[in-house]
Structures are given as structure tokens and as C-alpha cells.
């Protein structure tokens, strides 16, 4: 292990020194035993002096003397007597559990003092010693554990590195080891007795503290947390174990190394990422599920790193071999999902526990290569399971998450999602945190890739106890996870079992390691594993025989064969095979194109409305700061006009899906009173702490829950987090906000890895929402743009492919986008957009930009009859004044999004132009809405198309509408039939293009849409016809599980129809310019002035003909 120097400086406070006893004794300063009183009454809180001296026996002792001395001055010393007299003495407060051992050292004769006469001072500074020191082993007895398999990495300590150095400060000599003394209550080693000779007492400290096992937890705040591991470890007899328990630890460990063998032997040349050097890992999590089933878990939720993750899947959740073996065999898939992935995908499995006889669904989270980005995301799931459970403690659903040494430490949103484990609405209740600790990350060593002595240093900050334990210790290993397991289920607590073993082969079974590790390999080859080590071990005490242990180890040999012929058979690997969070039920019976309605009734905004502008019903009581007394008048007085604000919009939007049943959750930094505190969704009692009120948990008796949680200042792990909820059940509306939409780069992993390709990677749907403050209003330097252009980048759909155009033309890019961004410009409909990921049949995360200055915006309102039944989210907002009542009057069509519409309405009506100029709002960007573009762009046949944005020109949304408008202008088809022919004649570019796509359109005229869509796949993939999921012809054929026939991406353009040969001027003529700022390196605008003069620019060039 590497450890830093300082680690082993034994800086013991000045209350832990040997001389204390004497310095007590001399002392008649009162503020020297004051220091000592503070100390004991701060312990809770200080880890240092969590166990002061005046303390336990120590306390008890003095205090006694106290009471002797009160009763009879003369029966004490007389240095007592003068300490006694000069009233300095305080009695401490006694926080200390009563124990066993609380008997005062008068109770013992040592050494032939007289029964029940007050011991000498040497015999007091002799005990205090003692207790020094098993508070020295308690503290830094894990230094110099023997937790390296390979004994290379010795402790880097000052002077000498033996379990001597743990007491060198005290001088005992040999003369002393056969001294009894007294225990005190801070230690378990005595089990029934209440003193021990001292050789005992260091034997069973160092077999406790410094062997195989290194406990850190003496930095735990809470005594009754300490005194409970003390107990776990120290007791006598803990490292017990029957042979029934020995041989399952054989047999776990060898099927462990069994399936590493057996790829090794089949799969050489491939990149396993084996566990070999950590195979204790697979009967360590097994003990860990085993010990929390017993305790009342009934799911485990697991998240892990590529090493062993094949293993895991075989052995602890028991996936059937074959379909792990299929993945090796390069099989095409027969369904959707991405290629190399079988270090990534997830699990889900539900079965019996033979152990415990109950029974257990355990799930393995799909991962990125991104190591630590799945910890939130596992926690959100985790989160939710338990929320809809309605396990509020976390007894029956629970996570796992399992490390790399190197990234446990070098990652930062580990640190970040530590510091969810204890937030109200964050906690999972206990988080078990493995680490697969082999020593070395890749190519590196632990010195230079860590500064911190462990790798599990982060753990101290949530105050989780971190079990040290050597992976060549079987027993040891087990013992550590059934104390974990039982540290969770007692305390609901984060703790770290740090498995510190090797790793046999390099990186991967194809790299060298010899060439950056020749000493560490050189140790490693000559080294004998875990199961043999084990083996030799049982079969030496006599507990197993060596034919048993070969025995075993050859019939899991032949189950592997058995599975690995069985695989050979498979033609396809199943992507359905490998979902971790299906969605039973939510497909089926499911029009996969039809949107439920999303407007309600007028009376039901009335409701909502006039609840979300009341004070609570005991307003009486309810001191509601004035200023939000005239926010609620206000938002009354929008309900009495009905309209509806930004606030009273998304209030009517989470209200409305509450009363369906649907669970709205929204977290994100200072969401509970909104950014720009326009949203106060939680009143807050001016006069009671703590007391509040939040309507929307209001609005029906019988509604669904409503949370809104202020989130710690992360937005990796929180994003991370809230996709994990979004992953567990589709009827939930889950969101989270960035503070500034920026800021929404720190969580860019959670969006690349998981938001915007984890349904083409893991076949995972998710209908998370994220809520990106955005606008260029001059506002700082770094608050002006949610980088729509990085979003609208990853978006899916073919810029050069007009889809064919249906009724359901809008719902079916939907289906097959990966994603949908947009900016709305009204609260009605940022109310549709948000009840239409409820509406849909199937699920796709939303990226919406969402407003500042407009949330106050005097004409960002909308009426009820926008967001009442009939009414729907539009995806492009057409000119509804004079310009789009008389089309052919307009000379220029200014297309746009979001806020920048108001300017540019505002500068039209101040230059007089609303007649000639149309202005256009397309509020869904992606997928982007070529038919109504199409629409739009004929209605004003004659007219210039500019679009206008308030971003700089590399930025924004122009980069990624201009080919899609080039696109929608090209597509003449359903234009009239003289425009047909017209449009033809200016062709500008290749006629292949037109063929190609009249050949489609042909084509999607004979058949029904859905049998394109979901054509049966070719030949050349084959396919087993009787699977459900692939008898995709015909009709839709409603899954019980989300699955991949849910997941089709030929809409946006079918697989062999060539794109558009980038053509920039549409064949018909017409062409879209660009308005707006010039290109920039930055979101910002510099100074205010500067903003203004540029948006004055941008409105003039817009607003001109
Ligand atoms: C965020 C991230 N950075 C870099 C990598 C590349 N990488 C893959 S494995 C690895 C070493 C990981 O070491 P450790 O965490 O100790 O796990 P081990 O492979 O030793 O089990 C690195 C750097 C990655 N996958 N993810
Ligand atoms: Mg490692």
C-alpha cells in the first residue's frame, strides 16, 4: 500500500500522552482540566477527541476520587485534595455507553496493592498508557496491516515500520507484559473479562488491527458508530467460521476463477478486463447480497467498472452463460442496440437466493467507458426504486457501487456523489462501495496517480467507515462484507470495503505489463492465487480434501462447456437480454403513434391555479413573507383573467399530470424558489424554522406525490442522478434545471454517455427533462447561452432527408429522434411541451431552453383557452397577425426561437412593419419540423427567409437549421402540381436525390407506414421469426417489456436512401440568410453596452425590407 509518511507520525493529542496522568496529578490550573471538560463535551462533533481521557474508566475514576474526597478530604492524596480544594474540578459529562468495563481501577487488585485502596500514580499513568495505546491501534493500526497480497507496497513510514511503533511512545518493558490491566470501556478485545495481562492485550489489538484486515473509522463523529465496529471487529472469536461457511467460500471462489479460466482458455486473444488477482471480489459481493437479503433487502442495485463486470453478471446475478459467451462471438445483433458493448450493458434478473431462501432481483446498470460516470446514475435509480416502493428507509432496495482503485480517487463526481448520500431528498440510505483495489490504474502506480494515502480517502469526507482488507484472505474478505452489510442495514450509511489485491495479466489480456511494472509482474508470477492459496489452506486444517477441491472446480468447468456449446448455436445476441431497467407493461397495448391529448379542462387550470396562488389553508398561523403575499395576489389575479405567466404555466403543467397520478420530480440547484425567483414552489413560515408549505403537494386528495428538492452544487452527479429516476418508471415527469444553462457543461459525460445515446446504446428510453436557463441578455460573461448548438449537434436526424409526410409526421420523429430539443416562447406552450413526454407512447429525454427576463415579460402570457382541451404543443408558432392574414403582402419571413421574438415584435410594431414582415417561431428545433417549415415557407411564396438569432453566428441554432431548411425548401412534393413542375425546372442540383426520394414516397404510399417502419430486418441479418421482438412486420406488436421494436431509426431516413448531396440552395430557388452577430469565441456579449449595440444590429438587419 502506499501510504503517505505523515500517516504513521503518531501526532497523538497532548490528551493521549503518557504523561498525562502525571501532568493531571501536578496541575492545579483550572484551565488545563477546563481544556480537558471542553474536550469531553465536544466529542460528538470532533473526531479527535472522540474518546478524550476524562473519559470512560478515566472519568469514572476521577470522579470517584471526587466523591471520595467530598465524603472524606483526607482519604485521597493530598494532591487530589489541593486539585479538589481549589474547585477547579467540573464534572464531566459521562457520553459514554455504560459497559462492562466501567468498574473503577480501584475494583482490581494489581499487583499486590490493597483491595479497594486508591491506586498509585504509576498504576494510573500506567492504564492510561494502555488505553493510549488501544486507541493507537484503534487509530493507526491499518498502516501497517498486512494488506498487500504482494507485500510490495510496504508502508513509507519514519523509523520503524513494526507493530512496535504503534506504542514505542510508551515504556513498557518486558517485566510489564504479564501486568493485568484493567480494560476500559472503549474496547471488545476482553470479551467476558474485564482485564488482561498486557502481552494479551497487544496480541489481540495486533491480530485485530494489523493483519489481514485494516479498519479506518476512529475519524467516525459517532461514538455509538465506533463502539459498534470496535465491537465487530475486536470481539473474540468474530474471525470464526464453520466449515459449511468455509466450503462456500471455496466454492464461490472457485467458480470466481473458474470463469476467468475459462474465457482465458476459449476467448485468448480477446480483451477480457479479468479479475484475475481479485477474484474474491465475486464471493465478497455475493456475502455482501446474502448478509442485506437476510437483513430485509429485496433488490440490489449495482454499478460497476469494465474489470470483472462479465464475471459479476455469471456469478452473482447468475445470467445465463450462453447469453454471456454469445457476446464473444461477434455475433450480429438481432435487434437494435450498439456493438462492443459487453463490458457495458446491463442486467436485470429476479431470482431466488439459495442462500437465504428469498427472493432477489438484481440489476447491473448499463455503463459508459466513462469510469464513475454510472455512481449517480445508479443512485436515481436506486432512489426511485425505493420511492415507488415506498421504502422510505432503504430496507428493501439497495445499491452497490464497485470501483477501480485508480478512478475511485482520481474521479471527481465520486466525490459528488458521496455528498448525495446524505441529502433528504438524494439518500439511498447506504451506499456499499467495493473497490477492486489491483494497485495500479492502466500503466500507473498508485504514487502517481493519487496524493491522498488511500485510494478510498474520499469516503472520509461522509464519515463512511472504510474496511481495509487483504483479497488473499478469504475469510477475511467475508468477514469485512457481512459488517459492511450490517453497517447499511443498521446505520443506512455509506461505507467502503477496499479489496487490496493485483491484477495477474496487464490492462487488458493483450497488454505487456512488463514493460511498465517489471518488479510488480516478476511478484506476481511467482505468486499463487487466491483459490489455491485457500484450497491449500482448507485441505491443510482438514476441512476439504484435495479430490473435493478438484471435484468442484471440474464440474463448473463442465457447466461452462455446456454453456459455451449452447452458445455456439445462437446466431444473434438479444440486446433485450441485457436492459436493467425494464418497463413492464408501460408498451403495451400502446399505439406507438398516438399522443394522448395534452390540453385540459378549463376548470381544472382554475383549480390548479387558484391552489397554487393561495396561502395554505391555516394561513392564520402562516407568516408568508410580504413579497410573496403579492406574488400570490398576482398569479390569483392571472387565474381571475385567466392567463397564465412562466410559473403559473409549469404549475399548471406539473398540477395537471399530479391529478393523472403522474409523480413529478424536480431537482436542480435553488429550483424550490427558482433562479430567478419567479417559480417559490415552497413557502417558507417567516416566524417557525422549517415550517413550509408547497401547494402542488395540495392540489387533489388522491394525486400524485410532487417533489421539488434544492440539490447540492453539483450538476454531474445530480444529472446523473435524475436520469437515474428517469430510468425506473416512464409514468414519472423528472427534471432537472440548470442554474444557468451553461453550467450544464460540468454534467457533459451524463449528457453524452447517457441522455443523448443511451437509447441507441442500451435500448434505455428515458423522458428526463432538462430545464437550461438560456438568453442573451447581456446578463455576465457566462450566463448567456445553454450552448444550444452542442445539444442540437448530437441530435439525431438526417439534415438532408425530408421524411415522408403523414398525419403523424410530427409523432414519428419523435419516435426515432434521439432526443427533442426546443425553446418555447409561451407558457402555454412550455405546458404542452412538459405534458407531452407524459402524453407520448414511448419515452425521449427533452433539452429545453428555457427563459430569464421572460419570466417576467409582460407579453410572455398565455390565455387558458392555449392550454385548455383542445389545444396542443406547436412546434412551430405561425405569424397569427397582419402578415399571416394576408401571406402575399409579406416581403421577408423572419424565422426564430425563443425570446429573441419579443424584440424582434417589438421593433416590427415600432417600424411599422407588421404587414410585410411575418415573423415565425419554431419552438421544437430538434427534430426539426420540415413539413410546417415547408408549410410556412409556401404560405409566403414570394418572400425573403431570414433566420434570426440572438447567438453568435458558430452558435446557436443556425448551424444546425440552415441544411434542415435548405432541406424543407427543396421538398416541392404536396406543393401544387404547377409548383411541382415549376420547382422542377429550377433545379439547381442532381435529380438522383428526387428519384431516390419519389421512390420512397412512392413506396410509403402502397404500404402502411408501420410495416416500413417496422420491416422485418433483412436477410442478411436473419433472425429467429418466432422471437416477439423481431416479428416487427405488420402491425406494431405491443411488447410486455420496452424492447427494441420500440426503437426503430429509418423514419428520419431509411437505411438506402441517399441524403441530399449537401446542396445549400434549395432546387426550388429560395434560399434562408442568416441574421445576427458574427461568429465568437464566447457565450458572451462583453459589456452591457456592447450587448445592447450588437442586439440593436441584429433587430435592424431582421426588421428591414
Ligand atoms: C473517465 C475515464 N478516463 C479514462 C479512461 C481510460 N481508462 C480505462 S481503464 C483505466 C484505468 C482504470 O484503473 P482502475 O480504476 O484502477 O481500474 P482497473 O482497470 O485497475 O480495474 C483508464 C485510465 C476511462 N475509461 N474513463
Ligand atoms: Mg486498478
Same mark, same amino acid.
Given at each position: 500500500?502506499?501510504?503517505?509518511?505523515?500517516?504513521?507520525?503518531?501526532?497523538?493529542?497532548?490528551?493521549?500522552?503518557?504523561?498525562?496522568?502525571?501532568?493531571?496529578?501536578?496541575?492545579?490550573?483550572?484551565?488545563?482540566?477546563?481544556?480537558?471538560?471542553?474536550?469531553?463535551?465536544?466529542?460528538?462533533?470532533?473526531?479527535?477527541?472522540?474518546?478524550?481521557?476524562?473519559?470512560?474508566?478515566?472519568?469514572?475514576?476521577?470522579?470517584?476520587?471526587?466523591?471520595?474526597?467530598?465524603?472524606?478530604?483526607?482519604?485521597?492524596?493530598?494532591?487530589?485534595?489541593?486539585?479538589?480544594?481549589?474547585?477547579?474540578?467540573?464534572? *464531566?459529562?459521562?457520553?459514554?455507553? =455504560?459497559?462492562?468495563?466501567?468498574?473503577?481501577?480501584?475494583?482490581?487488585? #494489581?499487583?499486590?496493592? &490493597?483491595?479497594?485502596?486508591?491506586?498509585?500514580?504509576?498504576?494510573?499513568?500506567?492504564?492510561?498508557?494502555?488505553?493510549?495505546?488501544?486507541?493507537?491501534?484503534?487509530?493507526?493500526?491499518?498502516?501497517?496491516? %498486512?494488506?498487500?497480497?504482494?507485500?510490495?507496497?510496504?508502508?513509507?513510514?519514519?523509523?520503524?515500520?513494526?507493530?512496535?511503533?504503534?506504542?514505542?511512545?510508551?515504556?513498557?518493558?518486558?517485566?510489564?507484559?504479564?501486568?493485568? #490491566?484493567?480494560?476500559?470501556?472503549?474496547?471488545?478485545?476482553?470479551? !467476558?473479562?474485564?482485564?488482561?495481562?498486557?502481552?494479551?492485550?497487544?496480541?489481540?489489538?495486533?491480530?485485530?488491527?494489523?493483519?489481514?484486515?485494516?479498519?479506518?473509522?476512529?475519524?467516525?463523529?459517532?461514538?455509538?458508530?465506533?463502539?459498534?465496529?470496535?465491537?465487530?471487529?475486536?470481539?473474540?472469536?468474530?474471525?470464526?467460521?464453520?466449515?459449511?461457511?468455509?466450503?462456500?467460500?471455496?466454492?464461490?471462489?472457485?467458480?470466481?476463477?473458474? @470463469?476467468?479460466?475459462?474465457?482465458?482458455?476459449?476467448?485468448?486473444?480477446?480483451?477480457? #478486463?479479468?479479475?484475475?488477482?481479485?477474484?474474491?471480489?465475486?464471493?465478497?459481493?455475493?456475502?455482501?447480497?446474502?448478509?442485506?437479503?437476510?437483513?430485509?433487502?429485496?433488490?440490489?442495485?449495482?454499478?460497476? *467498472?469494465?474489470?470483472?463486470?462479465?464475471?459479476?453478471?455469471?456469478?452473482?446475478?447468475?445470467?445465463?452463460?450462453?447469453?454471456?459467451?454469445?457476446? #464473444?462471438?461477434?455475433?450480429?445483433?438481432? $435487434?437494435?442496440?450498439?456493438?462492443?458493448?459487453?463490458?457495458?450493458?446491463?442486467?436485470?434478473?429476479?431470482? /431466488?437466493?439459495? &442462500?437465504?431462501?428469498?427472493?432477489?432481483?438484481?440489476?447491473?446498470?448499463?455503463?459508459?467507458?466513462?469510469?464513475?460516470?454510472?455512481?449517480?446514475?445508479?443512485?436515481?435509480?436506486?432512489?426511485?426504486?425505493?420511492?415507488?416502493?415506498? !421504502?422510505?428507509?432503504?430496507?428493501?432496495?439497495?445499491?452497490?457501487?464497485?470501483?477501480?482503485?485508480?478512478?475511485?480517487?482520481?474521479?471527481?463526481?465520486?466525490?459528488?456523489?458521496?455528498?448525495?448520500?446524505?441529502?433528504? $431528498?438524494?439518500?439511498?440510505?447506504?451506499?456499499?462501495?467495493?473497490?477492486?483495489?489491483?494497485?495500479?490504474?492502466?500503466?500507473?502506480?498508485?504514487?502517481?496517480?493519487?496524493?491522498?494515502?488511500?485510494?478510498?480517502?474520499?469516503?472520509?469526507?461522509?464519515?463512511?467507515?472504510?474496511?481495509?482488507?487483504?483479497?488473499?484472505?478469504?475469510?477475511?474478505?467475508?468477514?469485512?462484507?457481512?459488517?459492511?452489510?450490517?453497517? +447499511?442495514?443498521?446505520?443506512?450509511?455509506?461505507?467502503?470495503?477496499?479489496? =487490496?489485491?493485483?491484477? +495477474?495479466?496487464?490492462?487488458?489480456?493483450?497488454?505487456?505489463?512488463?514493460?511498465?511494472?517489471?518488479?510488480?509482474?516478476?511478484?506476481?508470477?511467482?505468486?499463487?492465487?487466491?483459490?489455491?492459496?485457500?484450497?491449500?489452506?482448507?485441505?491443510?486444517?482438514?476441512?476439504?480434501?484435495?479430490?473435493?477441491?478438484?471435484?468442484?472446480?471440474?464440474?463448473?468447468?463442465?457447466?461452462?462447456?455446456?454453456?459455451?456449446?449452447?452458445?455456439?448455436?445462437?446466431?444473434?445476441?438479444?440486446?433485450?437480454?441485457?436492459?436493467?431497467?425494464?418497463?413492464?407493461?408501460?408498451?403495451?397495448?400502446?399505439?406507438?403513434?398516438?399522443?394522448?391529448?395534452?390540453?385540459?379542462?378549463?376548470?381544472?387550470?382554475?383549480?390548479?391555479?387558484?391552489?397554487?396562488?393561495?396561502?395554505?389553508?391555516?394561513?392564520?398561523?402562516?407568516?408568508?413573507?410580504?413579497?410573496? /403575499?403579492?406574488?400570490?395576489?398576482?398569479?390569483?389575479?392571472?387565474? !381571475?383573467?385567466?392567463?397564465?405567466?412562466?410559473?403559473?404555466?409549469?404549475?399548471?403543467?406539473?398540477?395537471?399530470?399530479?391529478?393523472?397520478?403522474?409523480?413529478?420530480?424536480?431537482?436542480?440547484? $435553488?429550483?424550490?424558489?427558482?433562479?430567478?425567483?419567479?417559480?417559490?414552489?415552497?413557502?417558507?413560515?417567516?416566524?417557525?424554522?422549517?415550517?413550509?408549505?408547497?401547494?402542488?403537494?395540495?392540489?387533489?386528495?388522491?394525486?400524485?406525490?410532487?417533489?421539488?428538492?434544492?440539490?447540492?452544487?453539483?450538476?454531474?452527479?445530480?444529472?446523473?442522478?435524475?436520469?437515474?429516476?428517469?430510468?425506473?418508471?416512464?409514468?414519472?415527469?423528472?427534471?432537472?434545471?440548470?442554474?444557468?444553462?451553461? @453550467?450544464?457543461?460540468?454534467?457533459?459525460?451524463?449528457?453524452?454517455?447517457?441522455?443523448?445515446?443511451?437509447?441507441?446504446?442500451?435500448?434505455?428510453?428515458?423522458?428526463?427533462?432538462?430545464?437550461?436557463?438560456?438568453?442573451?441578455?447581456?446578463?455576465?460573461?457566462?450566463?448567456?447561452?445553454?450552448?444550444?448548438?452542442?445539444?442540437?449537434?448530437?441530435?439525431?436526424?438526417?439534415?438532408?432527408?425530408?421524411?415522408?409526410?403523414?398525419?403523424?409526421?410530427?409523432?414519428?420523429?419523435?419516435?426515432?429522434?434521439?432526443?427533442?430539443?426546443?425553446?418555447?416562447?409561451?407558457?402555454?406552450?412550455?405546458?404542452?411541451?412538459?405534458?407531452?413526454?407524459?402524453? /407520448?407512447?414511448?419515452?425521449?429525454? /427533452?433539452?429545453?431552453?428555457?427563459?430569464?427576463?421572460?419570466?417576467?415579460?409582460?407579453?410572455?402570457?398565455?390565455?387558458?383557452?392555449?392550454?385548455?382541451?383542445?389545444?396542443?404543443?406547436?412546434?412551430?408558432?405561425?405569424?397569427?397577425?397582419?402578415?399571416?392574414?394576408?401571406?402575399?403582402?409579406?416581403?421577408?419571413?423572419?424565422?426564430?426561437?425563443?425570446?429573441?421574438?419579443?424584440?424582434?415584435?417589438?421593433?416590427?410594431?415600432?417600424?411599422?412593419?407588421?404587414?410585410?414582415?411575418?415573423?415565425?417561431?419554431?419552438?421544437?428545433?430538434?427534430?426539426?419540423?420540415?413539413?410546417? =417549415?415547408?408549410?410556412?415557407?409556401?404560405?409566403?411564396?414570394?418572400?425573403?427567409?431570414?433566420?434570426?438569432?440572438?447567438?453568435?453566428?458558430?452558435?446557436?441554432?443556425?448551424?444546425?437549421?440552415?441544411?434542415?431548411?435548405?432541406?424543407?425548401?427543396?421538398?416541392?412534393?404536396?406543393?401544387?402540381?404547377?409548383?411541382?413542375?415549376?420547382?422542377?425546372?429550377?433545379?439547381?442540383?442532381?435529380?438522383?436525390?428526387?428519384?431516390?426520394?419519389?421512390?420512397?414516397?412512392?413506396?410509403?404510399?402502397?404500404?402502411?407506414?408501420?410495416?416500413?417502419?417496422?420491416?422485418?430486418?433483412?436477410?442478411?441479418?436473419?433472425? !429467429?421469426?418466432?422471437?416477439?421482438?423481431?416479428?416487427?412486420?405488420?402491425?406494431?406488436?405491443?411488447?410486455? %417489456? @420496452?424492447?427494441?421494436?420500440?426503437?426503430?431509426?429509418?423514419?428520419?431516413?431509411?437505411?438506402?436512401?441517399?441524403?441530399?448531396?449537401?446542396?445549400?440552395?434549395?432546387?426550388?430557388?429560395?434560399?434562408?440568410?442568416?441574421?445576427?452577430?458574427?461568429?465568437?469565441?464566447?457565450?458572451?456579449?462583453?459589456?452591457?453596452?456592447?450587448?445592447?449595440?450588437?442586439?440593436?444590429?441584429?433587430?435592424?438587419?431582421?426588421?428591414?425590407?
Amino acid at each position: 500500500m502506499h501510504r503517505a509518511h505523515t500517516a504513521f507520525s503518531l501526532a497523538l493529542s497532548p490528551m493521549a500522552h503518557k504523561n498525562f496522568a502525571t501532568w493531571l496529578l501536578k496541575s492545579s490550573s483550572s484551565q488545563q482540566m477546563a481544556k480537558v471538560t471542553a474536550a469531553a463535551a465536544v466529542r460528538t462533533y470532533n473526531s479527535a477527541a472522540a474518546e478524550p481521557f476524562a473519559n470512560g474508566s478515566t472519568a469514572s475514576y476521577v470522579e470517584e476520587m471526587y466523591n471520595a474526597w467530598l465524603r472524606d478530604p483526607t482519604s485521597v492524596h493530598t494532591s487530589w485534595d489541593a486539585y479538589f480544594r481549589s474547585n477547579s474540578y467540573v464534572s *464531566p459529562p459521562n457520553l459514554a455507553p =455504560v459497559q462492562a468495563n466501567t468498574l473503577p481501577l480501584t475494583a482490581f487488585n #494489581f499487583g499486590g496493592a &490493597v483491595a479497594g485502596a486508591a491506586p498509585d500514580s504509576k498504576t494510573i499513568d500506567d492504564h492510561l498508557a494502555v488505553q493510549a495505546i488501544i486507541r493507537s491501534y484503534q487509530i493507526r493500526g491499518h498502516n501497517i496491516a %498486512h494488506l498487500d497480497p504482494l507485500e510490495i507496497n510496504t508502508p513509507e513510514l519514519p523509523g520503524n515500520s513494526s507493530t512496535k511503533s504503534i506504542y514505542a511512545n510508551f515504556s513498557f518493558g518486558e517485566q510489564d507484559m504479564d501486568r493485568q #490491566f484493567k480494560l476500559p470501556s472503549t474496547t471488545f478485545i476482553g470479551g !467476558d473479562e474485564a482485564s488482561l495481562p498486557l502481552k494479551e492485550i497487544l496480541n489481540r489489538l495486533e491480530n485485530v488491527y494489523c493483519n489481514k484486515i485494516g479498519v479506518e473509522f476512529m475519524f467516525i463523529n459517532s461514538l455509538e458508530q465506533c463502539n459498534w465496529i470496535r465491537k465487530r471487529f475486536e470481539t473474540p472469536g468474530v474471525l470464526n467460521f464453520s466449515p459449511e461457511e468455509k466450503r462456500l467460500i471455496l466454492a464461490r471462489l472457485t467458480r470466481a476463477t473458474g @470463469f476467468e479460466a475459462f474465457l482465458a482458455k476459449k476467448y485468448s486473444s480477446e480483451k477480457r #478486463f479479468g479479475l484475475e488477482g481479485c477474484e474474491i471480489m465475486i464471493p465478497a459481493l455475493k456475502e455482501i447480497i446474502d448478509v442485506s437479503t437476510e437483513l430485509g433487502v429485496e433488490s440490489v442495485i449495482m454499478g460497476m *467498472p469494465h474489470r470483472g463486470r462479465l464475471n459479476t453478471l455469471a456469478n452473482v446475478c447468475r445470467k445465463p452463460l450462453n447469453q454471456i459467451f454469445t457476446q #464473444f462471438a461477434g455475433l450480429e445483433a438481432a $435487434d437494435d442496440g450498439s456493438g462492443d458493448v459487453k463490458y457495458h450493458l446491463g442486467t436485470y434478473i429476479e431470482r /431466488l437466493n439459495r &442462500v437465504t431462501n428469498k427472493n432477489i432481483r438484481l440489476a447491473v446498470v448499463a455503463n459508459p467507458s466513462h469510469l464513475e460516470a454510472v455512481d449517480p446514475v445508479v443512485q436515481g435509480k436506486t432512489r426511485a426504486e425505493q420511492f415507488y416502493r415506498g !421504502d422510505q428507509e432503504g430496507k428493501k432496495v439497495m445499491s452497490i457501487l464497485i470501483h477501480g482503485d485508480a478512478a475511485f480517487c482520481g474521479q471527481g463526481v465520486v466525490y459528488e456523489t458521496m455528498h448525495l448520500s446524505d441529502l433528504p $431528498d438524494y439518500t439511498t440510505h447506504g451506499t456499499i462501495h467495493v473497490v477492486a483495489n489491483n494497485q495500479i490504474g492502466f500503466t500507473t502506480d498508485p504514487r502517481f496517480s493519487r496524493s491522498s494515502p488511500y485510494c478510498t480517502d474520499v469516503a472520509r469526507v461522509v464519515n463512511a467507515p472504510i474496511f481495509h482488507v487483504n483479497a488473499d484472505d478469504p475469510e477475511a474478505v467475508m468477514h469485512v462484507c457481512k459488517v459492511a452489510a450490517e453497517w +447499511r442495514a443498521t446505520f443506512h450509511k455509506d461505507c467502503v470495503i477496499d479489496l =487490496v489485491g493485483y491484477r +495477474r495479466n496487464g490492462h487488458n489480456e493483450i497488454d505487456e505489463p512488463m514493460f511498465t511494472q517489471p518488479l510488480m509482474y516478476q511478484k506476481i508470477r511467482k505468486h499463487k492465487n487466491c483459490l489455491d492459496l485457500y484450497a491449500d489452506k482448507l485441505i491443510a486444517e482438514g476441512t476439504v480434501t484435495a479430490e473435493e477441491v478438484k471435484s468442484v472446480a471440474a464440474k463448473y468447468e463442465n457447466i461452462c462447456e455446456e454453456a459455451f456449446a449452447l452458445a455456439k448455436t445462437e446466431t444473434h445476441v438479444k440486446y433485450k437480454d441485457w436492459l436493467d431497467s425494464p418497463w413492464s407493461g408501460f408498451f403495451e397495448g400502446k399505439d406507438p403513434l398516438k399522443v394522448a391529448p395534452t390540453g385540459v379542462k378549463e376548470e381544472t387550470l382554475i383549480h390548479i391555479g387558484n391552489r397554487f396562488s393561495s396561502p395554505p389553508p391555516n394561513a392564520a398561523e402562516f407568516v408568508i413573507h410580504k413579497g410573496l /403575499l403579492r406574488v400570490l395576489a398576482a398569479r390569483k389575479a392571472m387565474v !381571475d383573467e385567466k392567463v397564465a405567466d412562466w410559473a403559473l404555466g409549469e404549475a399548471m403543467a406539473f398540477g395537471s399530470l399530479l391529478k393523472e397520478g403522474i409523480h413529478v420530480r424536480l431537482s436542480g440547484q $435553488d429550483v424550490e424558489r427558482g433562479t430567478f425567483s419567479h417559480r417559490h414552489h415552497v413557502l417558507h413560515h417567516q416566524l417557525v424554522d422549517k415550517a413550509t408549505y408547497n401547494s402542488l403537494q395540495h392540489m387533489y386528495p388522491d394525486q400524485a406525490p410532487y417533489s421539488v428538492s434544492n440539490s447540492s452544487l453539483s450538476e454531474y452527479a445530480v444529472l446523473g442522478f435524475e436520469h437515474g429516476y428517469s430510468m425506473t418508471n416512464p409514468n414519472a415527469l423528472v427534471l432537472w434545471e440548470a442554474q444557468f444553462g451553461d @453550467f450544464s457543461n460540468t454534467a457533459q459525460s451524463i449528457i453524452d454517455q447517457f441522455i443523448s445515446s443511451g437509447q441507441s446504446k442500451w435500448v434505455r428510453q428515458s423522458g428526463l427533462v432538462m430545464l437550461l436557463p438560456h438568453g442573451m441578455e447581456g446578463m455576465g460573461p457566462e450566463h448567456s447561452s445553454c450552448r444550444v448548438e452542442r445539444f442540437l449537434q448530437m441530435s439525431s436526424d438526417d439534415p438532408d432527408y425530408f421524411p415522408p409526410e403523414s398525419d403523424e409526421f410530427g409523432v414519428r420523429q419523435l419516435h426515432d429522434i434521439n432526443w427533442i430539443v426546443a425553446n418555447c416562447s409561451t407558457p402555454a406552450n412550455y405546458y404542452h411541451i412538459l405534458r407531452r413526454q407524459i402524453a /407520448l407512447p414511448f419515452r425521449k429525454p /427533452l433539452i429545453l431552453c428555457t427563459p430569464k427576463s421572460l419570466l417576467r415579460h409582460p407579453e410572455a402570457k398565455s390565455p387558458f383557452s392555449e392550454m385548455s382541451e383542445g389545444s396542443e404543443f406547436q412546434r412551430i408558432i405561425p405569424d397569427n397577425g397582419p402578415a399571416g392574414q394576408n401571406p402575399s403582402n409579406v416581403k421577408k419571413v423572419v424565422f426564430c426561437s425563443g425570446r429573441v421574438y419579443y424584440d424582434l415584435t417589438k421593433t416590427r410594431r415600432e417600424k411599422q412593419l407588421e404587414g410585410e414582415i411575418a415573423i415565425v417561431r419554431v419552438e421544437q428545433i430538434s427534430p426539426f419540423p420540415f413539413d410546417l =417549415v415547408k408549410e410556412q415557407a409556401n404560405l409566403y411564396k414570394n418572400a425573403e427567409l431570414v433566420w434570426a438569432q440572438e447567438e453568435h453566428k458558430n452558435q446557436g441554432s443556425w448551424t444546425y437549421v440552415q441544411p434542415r431548411f435548405l432541406t424543407a425548401l427543396n421538398h416541392s412534393r404536396d406543393v401544387s402540381q404547377s409548383d411541382e413542375q415549376s420547382s422542377s425546372t429550377n433545379t439547381t442540383t442532381t435529380t438522383d436525390h428526387t428519384n431516390h426520394e419519389s421512390d420512397t414516397d412512392s413506396d410509403s404510399k402502397s404500404k402502411p407506414w408501420l410495416s416500413r417502419m417496422f420491416a422485418a430486418p433483412n436477410s442478411s441479418t436473419g433472425g !429467429d421469426p418466432k422471437d416477439p421482438a423481431q416479428t416487427l412486420g405488420g402491425d406494431f406488436n405491443a411488447a410486455k %417489456h @420496452f424492447d427494441l421494436k420500440n426503437v426503430r431509426h429509418d423514419f428520419n431516413r431509411p437505411a438506402g436512401i441517399a441524403a441530399a448531396p449537401g446542396a445549400r440552395i434549395a432546387k426550388t430557388g429560395r434560399k434562408i440568410s442568416y441574421v445576427g452577430r458574427a461568429c465568437g469565441a464566447s457565450t458572451a456579449t462583453g459589456s452591457k453596452a456592447q450587448h445592447i449595440r450588437e442586439l440593436n444590429a441584429l433587430l435592424n438587419d431582421a426588421i428591414s425590407t
